[in-house]
C-alpha cells in the first residue's frame, strides 16, 4: 500500500499546486476571455508549484474546469460573489503558511495579469487579486507598486531603484544618463524593463517584437514573467545571465550631471544636478524625439525625487523644435511641477531672440498650461545669451 502511494504521489498533483489552479480559476469567474493565460503561461507559472511530470494534469484540470465556468462581460457591474471570496480567503490562509515569499509574489502577479485587458484591466480581477496580496502578507503599497510596473508604464517613463532597462542599439543616450540603469543586449531590437521586488527574485516586461524564451517557453509582448537564477532566459537566441543582470539592478549610483553635445538635429544638453541648473539649448528636430527625450524624463523625475537643491531653474532656449519635440518638453514641464513642494521650488527661464514671435508664443503657451513661475528673456544675440547662462 505504501508502494503504490509512493507512485501516485510522484505522479499526482500536490494540494498546493490544485489550490493554487482553484484560485486562477476562481479569478476568472470574475471576467471574459481577456487576461486568461496560454498553455505557454500558464505552465512557465507552474513550474514554480509543480514538477513536470505534473504539469500536463494541471493544465489538463484548469482547462476541464474553465470549460465549465460561466465568464461575464466585463462591460456589466459586476460584484464578487461572497462565496468566491470566502474560497479565496481559505485558499490563501492554507497557502501563506506553506509557500516561501517569492512563490507568494509570483502568485500575486499572476492573479494581476489574469486582469489585464490589452494594456488595462479589469477592476473585478484586480480586487480580487489585491485582496489575496493583502492575505498573503502584501500591503497596498507594494500592491500598487506592483500595478504601476505592470500596467502603467511605458518604457523609458518608470523609475525604480530597483529597475533596469535593457536594450539592444536604440538607447544610446542612455548611457549618457548613468543614474539611469540600463544594460545593452547586443541582439536585441527593443526594450526590456527588469524590476527587481525581492532578494533575487526577477520580473521583466518586453516593449519590443524580440524573440524571448524563458524555460522553452515563448513570453507575450507586454504581459509580465517572473525570472529566477535557475530559470534560462534568452533573447533572439542568446543566453542572458541571471547574475549579470541582478547586479546591475543593486547597483544604486547617484544622479549625476549630464552632458550631451549639440548636433544639427538635437539640442545641447547640460545638466547641472549639484547646483539645480538645467539647460536644453539648440535646435530640437529629432529624427525620433521620443528616444532623445525619454531618458531625460526619466532623469527629471529621479532628480528631483532625490535631493537636489532647494531652487532648481529650468532653462530653455531652443531656436526650433518640432511637433513631438514640444509635446515632450511639455511633458518635461509637466513632471517638474508634479514633483515641486513647499521643499523644492522650481522655476522655469525660457529665451527666445528678439523678434522670435513663433518661440516667444510657445513659452507663453507653456507657462499658461503648467503652474511653474515662467521667466520670458529676450535676448539680441548668442553673445548676449552666452553672458546669460554664465550669470
Given at each position: ?30 471576467g471574459d476571455e481577456h487576461g486568461l493565460p496560454d498553455e505557454s503561461h500558464l505552465s512557465h507559472f507552474l513550474s514554480d508549484f509543480a514538477g513536470e511530470s505534473n504539469k500536463p494534469m494541471l493544465l489538463n484540470e484548469y482547462s476541464n474546469r474553465l470549460g465549465e465556468i460561466n465568464l461575464h462581460n466585463f462591460k456589466l457591474p459586476c460584484e464578487i460573489p461572497v462565496r468566491d471570496s470566502v474560497k479565496a480567503l ?302
Amino acid at each position: 500500500m505504501n508502494i503504490v502511494n509512493s507512485i501516485k504521489s510522484r505522479f499526482l498533483p500536490s494540494p498546493v499546486s490544485l489550490d493554487i489552479i482553484k484560485l486562477i480559476l476562481l479569478s476568472a469567474r470574475q471576467g471574459d476571455e481577456h487576461g486568461l493565460p496560454d498553455e505557454s503561461h500558464l505552465s512557465h507559472f507552474l513550474s514554480d508549484f509543480a514538477g513536470e511530470s505534473n504539469k500536463p494534469m494541471l493544465l489538463n484540470e484548469y482547462s476541464n474546469r474553465l470549460g465549465e465556468i460561466n465568464l461575464h462581460n466585463f462591460k456589466l457591474p459586476c460584484e464578487i460573489p461572497v462565496r468566491d471570496s470566502v474560497k479565496a480567503l481559505a485558499i490563501a490562509r492554507n497557502l501563506t503558511k506553506i509557500l516561501d515569499d517569492d512563490q507568494k509574489l509570483t502568485i500575486i502577479v499572476f492573479l494581476m495579469e489574469l486582469s489585464r485587458i490589452h494594456k488595462n484591466y479589469s477592476h473585478n480581477r484586480m480586487e480580487l487579486a489585491e485582496t489575496i496580496s493583502v492575505l498573503l502578507g502584501y500591503d497596498k503599497t507594494r500592491f500598487s507598486e506592483l500595478r504601476q510596473f505592470m500596467f502603467e508604464v511605458e518604457p523609458f517613463d518608470y523609475v525604480n531603484n530597483d529597475c533596469l532597462y535593457a536594450s539592444g542599439a536604440i538607447a544610446d543616450i542612455m548611457f549618457s544618463l548613468k543614474d539611469v540603469k540600463h544594460t545593452r543586449i547586443k541582439p536585441m531590437k527593443g526594450v526590456v524593463l527588469f524590476q527587481r521586488f525581492h532578494n533575487d527574485l526577477v520580473f521583466f516586461r518586453s516593449f519590443g517584437d524580440d524573440h524571448i524564451i524563458i524555460n522553452d517557453h515563448a513570453i507575450q509582448k507586454y504581459k509580465t514573467y517572473s525570472w529566477k537564477s535557475t530559470d534560462m532566459l534568452l533573447i533572439n537566441e542568446t543566453a542572458v545571465n541571471h547574475e549579470s543582470i541582478h547586479l546591475e539592478i543593486k547597483k544604486i549610483d547617484a544622479v549625476t550631471p549630464v552632458f550631451i553635445a549639440e548636433t544639427q538635429f538635437t539640442p545641447e544638453v547640460n545638466f547641472l544636478s549639484a547646483e539645480g541648473q538645467l539647460w536644453i539649448t539648440g535646435t530640437s528636430v529629432p529624427e525620433d524625439a521620443r528616444e532623445f527625450y525619454h531618458p531625460l524624463l526619466l532623469w527629471i523625475n529621479k532628480y528631483l525625487s532625490s535631493e537636489p537643491p532647494q531652487i532648481v531653474t529650468i532653462h530653455f532656449r531652443l531656436d526650433f523644435f518640432n511637433t513631438l519635440s514640444s509635446k515632450l518638453v511639455l511633458e518635461f514641464l509637466k513632471r517638474a511641477e508634479k514633483m515641486k513642494s513647499e521643499k523644492l521650488q522650481v522655476f522655469v527661464k525660457w529665451y527666445y531672440e528678439e523678434g522670435d514671435e513663433d518661440i516667444m508664443e510657445a513659452g507663453e503657451n507653456y507657462a499658461f498650461i503648467v503652474r511653474l513661475p515662467f521667466e520670458m528673456i529676450a535676448y539680441n544675440n548668442r553673445e548676449n545669451l552666452a553672458s546669460t547662462k554664465s550669470s
